[in-house]
Structures are given as C-alpha cells and as structure tokens.
C-alpha cells in the first residue's frame, strides 16, 4: 500500500516491484487516501507488457494499462526489431490525447517520451495564444511580449470562435510526443532508408477532444527549431493521418512549409498531430542539370559501346582465337545490355509522361529490365575474373557461357515479369522544394510500388557491387604482390597494373558504387552522374586496349594469357 496526498492530482511512482522500465512513470490519480496496489511476481511482470505490446486492451486508460503501454511504447520506440502491433500502438497514443481532454482530471503529464498540457480556456479569448514547445519541458502558455521560445506554437483568435457548438469554455490539449529511432510513426514514407526521418523525433499534438477541427480559416503555427539542412536535404511539414495505409502515413494537405536560418514554421488549417520531415530533394534546376549530363554522357557511350560491339565482330571474322575466347564474349554481353540501357534512359526521358497508363507501364518494365540485365552482367564478369585470377584451376564448366547467358538475361526477365505481375511500374515524380514537378518519368510508381524498387534495384544492386568488390579487391592483392623478379625484369610494371586495375573496375561497375556517396552532397551527385554515364567509354577503351593486335601483348598481356588458359581448358 501506497499512501497519497489529498491534494487534487497527485503523482504515484511506481514501485520497486515493477520493472524498471515502470519506474520513472508518473500516474495521475483522484484524490484518495492510500491506493493499495497487489504484489506482481516475476511472470506477470514480464508477460503483461509482452502481451500489450501485441494489441491487447488497446482502449483502456487506467493505471495500470496506461503503465503497460508506455512501457511497450518505450521498447517499440528504440529498436525496430521488438514484436509491436505498430497500428495499435500508435492509435493508442493519438487517442490519449482525446482521453485526457474529455475523461480525464488531469492536467499536466510528463513521462519520459511523452509531455502534455491540458488547459480550459475561453472561446471568447481576443488575442492569439502562444505556447512553448520545449522537448524536455512541459508544453507551457506563454505571453505574446514574452521572449518567444524557439519551439512554439501560435493558436489564432479565430479559431476558439469557429469551434461547432454554443460553449463558453474549451478544453484544449497540447501535445509533445518523441517517437524515437524505432518503427512507430514511420509509414510507408520513411521505413525504407532512403535518408528521410522526423526532425529530432518530435511531433507535436493539438487537440480539442474527438471533435474534428478542420479547414481553418486561420491557420494554427507550429515552429521548429533547427539548424540549416545539408545542400541536398529539405524540410517539409506534414500531419499524421491514420486513414492512409494500414498503419496511417504521412500527409502535407493543408499544411505550409516556410524554412527560415534557425527554424521552419509549419501553418495548417486543422487540428491533430504534426511533425517536420527532413527529406533529400533535387529542386528543379538541380534535376534539369543532372538530366542534361546524364544524357550527353549516355549518348556518347552509346557510340562507344557501338564501336567496341562492332570491333568484336571484325576481331572475331578476323582472328581465330576470338571464336573460341570466353572474355571477349562476356565484354560484348555487357556492353550490348549497356547501350540498350542507354537507349531505354533516354527514350525514358525524353517521353516523360506523354502516353497511355500501358505505354508508361511497358517504359518503366524495359527501363528496369536493361537495368537489371547490366547488374547481372556486372556481376557474371566479377565471376569470370575470379575464375580467371583467383580459382585459375578446375574452372571447366560444360556450355559455359550459353550458361551465362541464361542468367544474364533470364534472371532479369524473371523479376521484370514477378515486378510487373504486382502492378508496380507507372508515373514517378520528383519534386522541388516547393513541391512543384521537377521530372516525370516511367519507373516505379510513387508509394505503391516502394518495397518492389528497394528489393529488385536497391538490393540487387548491392548484391553483385559487393560481390565485384570483394574479387576486385582480391585480384588487386594478386597483381600487386607477384614476384618481384618479375617486377625487375619488366620496366613499368605499377603503371600497367594500375591501368589493368582501372579497366577491370569499369567492368565490375565500379562507378555505380559512387552512388553510395550522394548522400554527402550535391557535388557527389554530379560527380556519380557524369562517371557512372560514362562507363560505356572506359568499357571501349579497356577492350580496344585488350584485345587490339598492337596493344595487347604490351598492357594487358596477362590477363589475356589468362584468359587463352581458361578457354583451353573449356576446350
């Protein structure tokens, strides 16, 4: 037993029998005397929660559950990986707030992720209301010649006055919510990594009850504070609407964004739970500029590729051993599915929009086949050279590059097919800071078809760029560390080990791997746009500087020998 003040809200900390994530959380209770609370042993202790966590008694507001929500809350919020019933979880949440205004006594909570302000006041108020929004402090009301705190909210005039219904008096709630780096108040919008997130964690909640509070003549302000975002980021206020998806998603309808140097100031014209997301963006100079340079560097490789296709065919008319050699098979196989890739970007480009929901679906399906059809590629020449270079014995395979090319041009058409079977090809729009178009184009469709872009582009991509890398990394150790009399015996042995280097990274994709950069700025992204457009030019000069009759036995005369090795033993 527990003895209580007699004052009318009083604060109960839990005790020592509870676990320790109950510890720091206040309980708001009437007026009583002394609340007697029954032992809990060590099983109920942890299985309550567990179960909570899962969906159970998800309406509930007394003590007790309240504990054991927020101790699920605290868990969910932390780590992505704990087992939560997310959509339930968040809705308890977003209903609390209308608890405490229509049931509830209570008028200040401060728990360790969540602190609340509950307030009476007048509909017939004749100045704006400020409050402070201070993460770490209870949200309080503040007076309009007051030094404005850097977190704040500004509730107009009018808005008291608009609220349906002859009351005098409103009970108003205020709300600041931190949500943590877990899986709660993602969505579909920032659960895939692509680098968005909500600023500090933090949304903030205003709420007049269950009543809905929409389409306001004035809009309500919410400021937050920040420093200035990264050239490639933008800030951008959004709501929580718990209508979209099955868990609820985010939303910028009726809300405005304006980005000032030490803060953005979000006005909407409704009443719920709001929140800043800081998310890259291209604005649409930026868009038009990496467009033209990717299409000025596709265009010239295109004529690079053509030329290094056509060269095989005179080497393989010409040279006997060019019928029998796998590399330069595997080489053309690359650049073949390059130049296509080529072709579809800039015929993906060039038609934006224009066309039937069908043409734009078949656009996006070839653009994305090609591309997957050159990841594969990449990969297989990774496997080739570590057949070459690292396993060198016991490399007989029978049909072996009809082998090959059934995977690098099957193994693409099978996800095409599985991705296109989903629906997931259409419209895909990149947007400038003002939310206005800045591209259109054939690809994914925007939302809908996330996950399908993440796993057959993002993922399978990083699947065959690590699996270059590592047999890159390993035949650069080979090349570097052959003997050295036979470094002695040949002068410019490191500047042909660099150029063989150099020429077998631009078959293993080396230059999509800039991509990883982008992050770090814009400069990164012109950087990875002007090379990675160019690799059709690096490809013509590695293979004109190969297999040329005048040229291949001074740079690169190892790895062909390697290569005549290989195909002997196929033979």
């Known amino acids: 037993c527990v003895e209580l003040d007699s004052s009318p809200t009083t604060r109960l900390w839990s005790p020592s029998s509870f676990p320790a994530s109950f510890s720091l959380l206040p309980i708001f209770v009437q007026p009583i005397h002394t609340l007697c609370i029954p032992s809990l042993g060590q099983e109920k202790s942890t299985e309550e929660p567990r179960r909570s966590c899962l969906g159970h008694s998800m309406d509930e507001y007394g003590a007790f559950n309240l504990k054991d929500k927020a101790a699920c809350f605290t868990k969910c919020r932390q780590s992505a990986s704990e087992p939560c019933d997310v959509g339930n979880l968040q809705k308890y ?35 704006d209301l400020y409050f402070s929004l201070k993460p770490t402090q209870i949200p309080r009301q503040v007076v309009k010649d007051e030094d404005k705190p850097p977190d704040r909210v500004r509730l107009p005039k009018s808005l008291f006055g608009s609220l349906p219904g002859n009351r005098s008096v409103v009970r108003l709630a205020i709300t600041v919510l931190d949500i943590g780096p877990g899986n709660l108040f993602k969505g579909p919008q920032l659960s895939l990594g692509d ?7 933090r949304l903030v909640g205003l709420s007049v009850g269950r009543m809905r509070v929409t389409r306001l003549a004035e809009p309500l302000e919410i400021i937050f504070s920040h420093q200035r975002p990264p050239s490639n980021m933008t800030f951008t206020c959004v709501f929580w609407d718990a209508t979209k998806g099955p868990t609820g998603d985010w939303a910028s309808e009726g809300c405005s964004t304006e980005v000032g140097p030490e803060g953005t100031v979000c006005r ?15 604005d649409q100079s930026t868009v038009q500029i990496l467009t033209r340079i990717s299409q000025a560097g596709c265009g010239v490789s295109m004529i690079f590729l053509a030329f290094t296709i056509v060269l095989y065919a005179v080497l393989r008319l010409s040279l006997q051993r060019f019928k029998s050699e796998d590399a330069p098979k595997i080489h053309v196989a690359l650049s073949g599915s390059l130049f296509l890739l080529n072709l579809a970007f800039l015929i993906t480009v060039g038609s934006g929009s224009k066309g039937s929901d069908a043409a734009c679906w078949a656009r996006g399906a070839v653009y994305h086949y090609f591309l997957l059809c050159v990841f594969t590629w990449m990969g297989l020449e990774a496997f080739h050279l570590y057949l070459l270079a690292i396993r060198v014995f016991n490399t007989y395979f029978g049909h072996y590059f009809l082998k090959l090319s059934l995977v690098g041009w099957g193994l693409p058409a099978l996800m095409v097919i599985g991705t296109g079977s989903a629906n997931s090809y259409g419209l895909y729009t990149i947007r400038d800071r003002e939310n ?15 996950y399908a872009l993440y796993i057959t582009v993002h993922g399978y991509f990083l699947i065959t760029f690590l699996f270059g890398m590592v047999v890159l990394a390993l035949v650069t150790w080979k090349i570097f560390t052959l003997s050295s009399a036979t470094a002695v015996k040949e002068r410019g042995q490191n500047r042909k080990k660099v150029l063989t280097l150099l020429g077998l990274s631009s078959l293993v994709g ?26 059709g030019v690096f490809i013509c000069c590695w293979f004109t500087i190969l297999y040329l ?23």
Not at 195 to 201: A, M, Q, W
Not at 437 to 449: I, N, P, Q, V
Not at 554 to 560: E, G, I, L
């Open 510 to 535: 080396v230059t999509w791997g800039l991509a990883i950069l982008t992050p770090l700025g814009l400069s990164t992204v012109y950087i990875f746009a002007l090379f990675n457009s160019l690799q």
């Open 549 to 571: 009759p005048s040229q291949s036995a001074t740079v690169s005369s190892s790895t062909a020998r390697l290569d005549q090795a290989h195909s002997a033993s196929q033979e």
């Open 436 to 450: 206005r178009t800045s591209l259109e184009l054939c690809w994914f469709r925007d939302g809908t078809a996330t």
């Open 195 to 201: 680098g968005s997130s909500v600023l500090n964690n």
């Open 268 to 282: 909407c014209d409704h009443l719920t739970f709001f929140a800043l997301l800081l998310r890259p963006i291209l």
């Open 93 to 127: 949440w977003l209903n609390y707030e209308a608890y405490l205004v229509e049931e509830s006594l209570t008028e200040k909570v401060n728990m360790s992720f969540l602190k609340a302000l509950v307030q009476n006041l007048s509909t017939n108020t004749a100045e």
